[in-house]
């Protein structure tokens, strides 16, 4: 089973820009769609983005999209998560998650869909 452990996160200044990133413990990540979920304190877990096995198909949470680029190296083992235009509101600790199904043909948005998860790494956003 692939395990997975984020990176990137940090204090940063509205307005700046951040990359986190996702590295997968093993070659099979490539099987598998991945996604990004963010949590802020006192809220629940919710969706920021998605992108399948192959990388030709991302989804965006309406909040983050023009903001925010999701991506993934197979050959490195690494999705990316490049957020621009931070906002306050942006403030969680940001998860990456790996879908239950190698070659999933759906793109999910709600956490059930994801089997496996990262730790989380936390990114604040001063105003």
């Known amino acids: 089973q692939v395990q997975l452990v984020e990176s990137g996160g940090g204090l940063v200044q509205a307005g700046v820009s951040l990359r986190v990133s996702c590295a997968a413990s093993?070659?099979?990540?490539?099987?598998?769609?991945m996604g990004w979920f963010r949590q802020a304190p006192g809220k629940e877990r919710e969706f920021v983005a998605a992108?399948?096995?192959?990388?030709?198909?991302?989804k965006y949470a309406d909040r983050v999209k023009g903001r925010f680029t999701v991506s993934r190296d197979n050959a490195k083992n690494v999705m990316y998560l490049q957020m621009d235009s931070l906002k306050p509101e942006d403030t969680a600790v940001y998860y990456c998650?790996?879908?239950?199904?190698?070659?999933?043909?759906?793109?999910?948005?709600?956490?059930?869909?994801?089997?496996?998860w990262g730790q989380g790494t936390q990114v604040t956003v001063s105003s």
């Open positions: 093993e070659r099979t990540f490539s099987v598998y769609s």
């Open positions: 998650a790996a879908d239950r199904l190698q070659y999933s043909l759906v793109l999910k948005t709600t956490s059930d869909g994801y089997k496996t």
């Open positions: 992108i399948n096995w192959s990388g030709d198909e991302i």
